[in-house]
């Protein structure tokens, strides 16, 4: 039996109707012949039991007879005399009559209607209540469900299709409210970093204003203020550039094209050892991609590429390793350094706007540099991971997709 519903699943609809259809009409034929044929022998009792028998030619008296033929070849004329026929003998000889004339018509209405309801109630009904019920939830959005429905025919595709789109709406979705969260963190972020010199800022021009009018404040130390001034100036400035490029960043398309592997490589390796050979670092780069071309934004790639390397190239003591690899769907960077690692807080902070870590020397200073890298990677269908390999020092890890996707 479970074969047999494992099998009824997976036919497609038309062949599913074309079975009911023609079931419908089997069974209706059969029926008809069935009751037609019941009725028909129970007429002929009756009229055996009623005939009219004429030997003259019909049409004298003005009645209409029918004519059979004998066994010798002689031609009778007769008639069934219904006025003749008991109430109960003919009230079944016109239920007879109906049935002959109505009950074919009948039986294949009927059948064809059971064949639809159970098409419908075996076949549709099911998946139908599930995407309706999906519909609803997504509407109130509700993407905390799955919609599996077992089978190969048109409705399991239909349902195997809203599934996929209900992922593709949750992963939107999520990353909807990612982007809201990081825009909420950037915000906060120009909040507090603007606070320091422009407090700077007013407590001089405060002091200007008071003491400068009067002459009390020495040449030297107005000079030395305007030069302080103007040093938050430019860090203002800088600052509000960088507030440009992270507002920017968020409305970046992703230009996508077929890129030979050779040529991505090739930069990529000219970048590396043109800037390990400036700083006095070892760098090696590998790859294991076998895909000849790949489907990726060459310049978003390239920017995180060079971010990435440029802060292990602060921090590495003496050499970088960059590590290319692609399993078909998604395209992997991952730059290692020996430098001291990530610290537990900036595993999971360094890639937030304007996070600075430990102000001294030869600390990680992060700004927007790896916050640009997630949300490339992020736009790119991928992710940006940190971490400190078991060996030492830090790595970090660029996944792109190379699977375009539309939401």
């Known amino acids: ?25 089997i069974t209706a034929s059969l029926a008809s012949s069935r009751v037609t044929s019941a009725a028909k022998a129970k007429m002929s009792q009756l009229n055996l039991q009623y005939i009219m028998i004429q030997d003259r030619t019909p049409g004298d008296s003005g009645i209409v007879y029918e004519t059979v033929t004998g066994e010798r070849g002689e031609t009778f004329f007769y008639k069934v005399d219904i006025d003749g026929m008991s ?42 209540a599930m995407l309706v019920n999906a519909s609803e939830k997504i509407a109130e959005k509700d993407f905390a469900f799955s919609l599996n429905y077992p089978g190969r025919d048109e409705m399991a595709k239909l349902c195997g299709a809203f599934e996929r789109m209900r992922c593709a709406l949750d992963e939107n979705n999520l990353r909807l409210s990612r982007m809201i969260e990081e825009r909420k963190q950037l915000n906060d972020a120009y909040t507090h970093d603007l606070r320091t010199p422009i407090a700077v800022l007013k407590g001089y021009t405060d002091t200007l204003s008071e003491y400068l009018p009067t002459g009390e404040l020495p040449r030297e130390r107005v000079i030395e203020t305007v030069h302080t001034m103007s040093a938050h100036v430019e860090r203002l400035r800088q600052f509000v550039d960088s507030m440009n490029t992270a507002q920017k960043l968020s409305d970046l398309p992703i230009q996508r094209e077929t890129v030979p592997t050779g040529d991505l490589i090739t930069g990529l390796r000219e970048t590396t050892t043109l800037l390990g050979e400036k700083q006095g670092i070892s760098c090696t780069i590998t790859s294991d991609i076998e895909a000849a071309t790949l489907n990726i934004d060459p310049a978003a790639v390239t920017q995180v590429f060079e971010n990435l390397l440029d802060n292990a190239l602060r921090f590495a003591r003496s050499k970088i390793a960059v590590e290319l690899a692609s399993d078909g769907e998604t395209l992997t960077i991952r730059v290692a350094d020996d430098g001291r690692g990530f610290q537990s807080k900036e595993l999971t902070a360094a890639a937030k706007p304007y996070y600075s870590g430990e102000q001294n020397e030869k600390t990680y200073h992060f700004g927007l540099g790896l916050y640009i890298c997630h949300t490339l990677c992020e736009k790119h269908g991928g992710s940006l991971r940190l971490e400190n ?13 190379l699977v375009q996707r539309f939401f």
């Open 389 to 401: 390999p078991e060996g030492g020092g830090a790595a970090v890890t660029a996944v792109f997709s």
């Open 87 to 128: 109430p109960g003998d003919e009230r079944l000889y016109r239920i007879c009559r109906w049935v002959i004339q109505y009950a074919p018509v009948f039986l294949y209405s009927v059948s064809l209607l059971t064949a639809v309801l159970l098409l419908y109630f075996t076949k549709l009904k099911k998946p139908l």
């Open 1 to 25: 039996m479970g074969k047999i519903k494992a099998w009824y699943r997976s036919i497609p609809l038309w062949l599913a109707i074309f079975l009911f259809a023609a079931a419908a009409l």
